[in-house]
C-alpha cells in the first residue's frame, strides 16, 4: 500500500495524482487525459522540432534525386524522400492532439523560431553521402528513436513505431550504396571515406548536448518522454557503429576511439561543441539555405492550400444542402 503525505495531499489535485499514475504505471497519457501544462508544452516542443527536422530533412537527399547514379538508386531514394515526408505528417498530427494547428507550426518554421536538427544543415556535395546520411544519420535516428516508441505521451510512441522501421530500411540502403562504393574503385572507396569523415562527428551532435548542458533531459526522463540520457545514447550509437566499419572498411575520423573496460565506455576524442552552438545559432553551413528553400516551397504551395480549402467548403456547402 502507497502512503500519501498530508503535504501530497495538500498539494496534487485528483488530475494530477492521476497524471503521475499513469506516469509511475508506465502507461500512456492520451490527449483525453489531463497533463500538466509543462509536459504538454515539453511535448509540442520536442514533437514539433521532430516534424520540422524530418520535413528539413527532405532538402539534402532531394538535392540527389535528380542526379542518382541509376534509375534503381534513383526510385530507392525518392521513396526514402517520401518517406520523410510521411514522417513529417505523423509527427504534425501528433503534435496537434496537444492543441497546437499545423498552422501555427509552420509558421514557427519558416519564421526562424523553431529548431529543427543540427544536421541538416550540412551539405551533400557527392553521391557518397547518400549513403553516409543513410548509414549515420538515419542509424543516429534510430537509436534515439527507438526508445521513443515507449515514450509515455501514446499518440508520439504510436507515431514512432512506424517511423523506426522504416527509418530502419533506410539505415540499411546507406549501408549499402557505402558496401557498394568500397568495393568500386579506388575513387570511390575515397568518396565513402571522405563522406564518413564529414559525416560522423555532426551525427554524433545529434544526440544534443552533453548531459550536465542538457537542461530537457532531466525533466523529460522523469515524464518518461525520454528514456536514455543524450550521452547514453550517443554511447549506444558508437557501440553500433564501430563494428558495422569495420565491416565496410571504412575509417571513424576519431583517433582517440577506443572501448574502455574500466569505464565500460567508449573513450573518444571531444566533440566540438562550439560547431553545434553556431549551427544552433543558424549560422552552419546549409541553414540560410534550408530555410529559404522551405519558405520558397511553402509560397509555391499557397494555391494547393486554397484550392483545398475551397473544394471542402463546397462540400461542405452540398452536403448542407443535401441535408436541407
Ligand atoms: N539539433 O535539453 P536538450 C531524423 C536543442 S530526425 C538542433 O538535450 P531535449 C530522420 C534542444 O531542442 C532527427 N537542436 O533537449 C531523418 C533544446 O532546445 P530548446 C531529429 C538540438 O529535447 C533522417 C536544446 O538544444 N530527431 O534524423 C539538437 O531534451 C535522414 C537543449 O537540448 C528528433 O527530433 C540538435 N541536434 O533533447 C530525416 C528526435 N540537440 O527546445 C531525413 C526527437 C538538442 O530547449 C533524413 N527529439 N537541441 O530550445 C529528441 O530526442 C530530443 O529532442 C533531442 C534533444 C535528443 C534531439
Not at 21 to 50: G, N
Not at 201 to 221: I, T
Not at 271 to 289: H, K, M, Q, S, T
Not at 297 to 312: D, L, S
Amino acid at each position: 500500500m502507497t502512503t500519501t503525505t498530508l503535504d501530497e495531499a495538500v498539494e496534487r489535485s485528483p488530475e494530477e495524482a492521476a497524471f503521475d499514475a499513469i506516469i509511475e504505471a508506465d502507461s500512456r497519457v492520451e490527449p483525453r487525459d489531463w497533463m500538466p501544462e509543462a509536459y504538454r508544452k515539453t511535448l509540442i516542443r520536442q514533437i514539433s522540432q521532430h516534424a520540422h527536422s524530418e520535413i528539413i530533412g527532405m532538402q539534402p537527399e532531394g538535392n540527389w534525386i535528380t542526379r542518382a547514379p541509376s534509375l534503381k538508386r534513383k526510385a530507392i531514394l525518392m521513396a526514402k524522400v517520401q518517406d520523410e515526408a510521411g514522417h513529417g505528417l505523423y509527427l504534425y498530427s501528433a503534435a496537434q492532439t496537444l492543441g497546437i494547428t499545423r498552422d501555427e507550426m509552420t509558421q514557427q518554421l519558416i519564421d526562424g523560431r523553431a529548431k529543427y536538427s543540427s544536421i541538416f544543415n550540412y551539405p551533400t556535395p557527392t553521391w557518397a553521402d547518400m549513403g553516409a546520411i543513410g548509414w549515420l544519420v538515419d542509424g543516429a535516428a534510430i537509436c534515439n528513436q527507438v526508445p521513443l516508441c515507449r515514450a509515455s505521451y501514446g499518440p508520439y510512441a504510436r507515431a514512432m513505431i512506424r517511423i523506426c522501421k522504416e527509418e530502419s530500411f533506410h539505415q540499411r540502403q546507406g549501408f549499402e550504396i557505402l558496401l557498394t562504393l568500397m568495393q568500386g574503385t579506388e575513387a570511390q572507396r575515397e568518396m565513402a571515406q571522405d563522406a564518413v569523415d564529414r559525416w560522423y562527428w555532426p551525427s554524433l551532435m545529434m544526440f544534443g548536448p552533453p548531459d550536465d548542458e542538457s537542461p530537457n533531459s532531466a525533466q523529460s526522463m522523469a515524464w518518461k518522454i525520454k528514456r536514455f540520457s543524450n550521452d547514453e545514447l550517443r554511447q549506444r550509437f558508437i557501440g553500433m557503429l564501430v563494428p558495422q566499419a569495420e565491416i565496410l572498411g571504412v575509417t571513424l575520423p576519431d583517433p582517440n576511439l577506443r572501448w574502455n573496460e574500466e569505464t565500460g565506455r567508449w573513450d573518444m576524442s571531444e566533440i566540438d561543441w562550439d560547431e553545434f552552438r553556431e549551427v544552433l545559432a543558424g549560422r552552419g553551413p546549409c541553414n540560410a539555405e534550408r530555410l529559404q528553400r522551405r519558405r520558397d516551397a511553402h509560397e509555391e504551395g499557397a494555391w494547393v492550400r486554397e484550392a483545398a480549402a475551397e473544394y471542402a467548403r463546397k462540400q461542405a456547402a452540398n452536403a448542407g444542402k443535401a441535408v436541407a
